[in-house]
């Protein structure tokens, strides 16, 4: 199967730094990418949708100008926390779209503790 | 919007038996629904997704139906053990994927404890 990978898959960040995440396909080619955020015990939610070489389209509620999302090449999307709070502290999970297949795969997660 | 519902939220089986995960969901665009297995600290796993054109489809200990009349489809575990305890995720979406329609809905999760 096709390949994503995060990192860091930890980070410990003061409040009030920022903190980048990658998101890398390995294997293959993504033009779409998703970003996720997930509490403990609770199910995914979509932040914004990561679309290279554009802008990318964040759902309701998620602060654009908090979490940065570039989606420069074909195989990579980071997210930036910028002035990071301890209420930031969450799962980040990602995930790309393989065009051929029409399948999406997910990193295994970053974990973000702001302190 | 989409909209899934998932159940049960917890489900405990005996180790060879049965587990049966439920959802629905709301759009009738949506025409892709994959499942998800997320172990603890870790990102989901895809382990099967079926698309709207079948109504079931089967891998090796793993099936899933889809009923798109009612709305709703399956993820069915037989013989199971104890390696599949773990969090379910079933999700809704559309293909083929763009800047919108590519986004899935997720349900809010199973959590699977099979007990030896």
């Known amino acids: 199967g096709a390949v994503v990978s995060q990192h860091p898959s930890r980070v410990i960040c003061k409040s009030g730094t920022s903190v980048k995440i990658e998101c890398r396909s390995l294997d293959f080619q993504a033009t779409t990418m998703f970003w996720y955020r997930q509490f403990p015990k609770q199910s995914l939610m979509l932040m914004a949708t990561s679309n290279e070489g554009s802008k990318a389209t964040y759902e309701q509620g998620v602060e654009k100008d908090k979490f940065l999302i570039n989606h420069a090449s074909l195989t990579l999307s980071t997210l930036t926390v910028t002035s990071a709070h301890p209420e930031d502290s969450s799962f980040y999970i990602c995930s790309a779209l393989k065009i051929s297949g029409n399948t999406i795969y997910f990193g295994e997660g970053s974990w973000l503790t702001v302190v | 919007g989409e909209n899934v519902e998932q159940h049960p939220s917890t489900l405990s089986v005996q180790e060879g038996d049965s587990a049966v995960i439920k959802c629905t969901y709301s759009?009738?665009?949506?025409?892709?629904f994959p499942w998800y297995k997320q172990e603890l600290g870790k990102g989901p796993q895809l382990i099967i997704d079926?698309?709207?054109?079948?109504g079931e489809k089967k891998d090796q200990r793993i099936a899933v139906t889809l009923n798109k009349t009612a709305k709703h489809f399956s993820l069915h575990i037989t013989e199971t053990q104890p390696e599949d305890s773990a969090v379910y995720f079933c999700a809704a979406g559309s293909l083929p994927y763009n800047t919108n329609a590519g986004k899935s809905t997720f349900g809010d999760g199973t959590t699977l404890t099979v007990k030896p």
């Open positions: 759009d009738s665009a949506s025409n892709y």
């Open positions: 079926i698309r709207s054109n079948v």
